[in-house]
Nanobody, 121 residues
Framework: QVQLVESGGGLVQAGGSLRLSCAAS??????MGWFRQAPGKAREFVGR????????DYADSVKGRFTISRDTARNTVYLEMNSLKPEDTALYYC????????????????WGQGTQVTVSS
């Protein structure tokens, strides 16, 4: 059974940092990444990482502030978030795909349960 378990969300002041983790079990994937959804808004792509080569892609809204990395031995992906802004407040979801990169249009094969990030001004 495939599981994606997120951790690391919480409340932080604007300008602060948080690191989210997502541990995958049940199988390995070619792509892992993160999405977020704020109240009343559509789900938004945040970024993704290619499992083998480690190449990354980010949404323009987080580029330069967020970094995705992975630990292949632990089958875990991380989202390091710096210079957080109130508009980064959302429920953050880990996602994993077997063959194709995830995106809002493509979606994801597997989803985590979500972890809340709240940035106060």
């Amino acid at each position: 059974q495939v599981q994606l378990v997120e951790s690391g969300g919480g409340l932080v002041q604007a300008g602060g940092s948080l690191r989210l983790s997502c541990a995958a079990s049940g199988r390995t994937f070619n792509y892992m990444g993160w999405f977020r959804q704020a109240p009343g808004k559509a789900r938004e792509f945040v970024g993704r990482i290619t499992w083998r080569g480690g190449s990354t892609d980010y949404a323009d809204s987080v580029k330069g502030r967020f970094t995705i990395s992975r630990d292949t031995a632990r089958n875990t992906v991380y989202l390091e978030m710096n210079s957080l802004k109130p508009e980064d407040t959302a429920l953050y979801y880990c996602a994993a795909n077997r063959l194709e990169p995830m995106s809002v249009r493509r979606g994801a094969d597997y989803w985590g349960q979500g972890t809340q990030v709240t940035v106060s001004s």
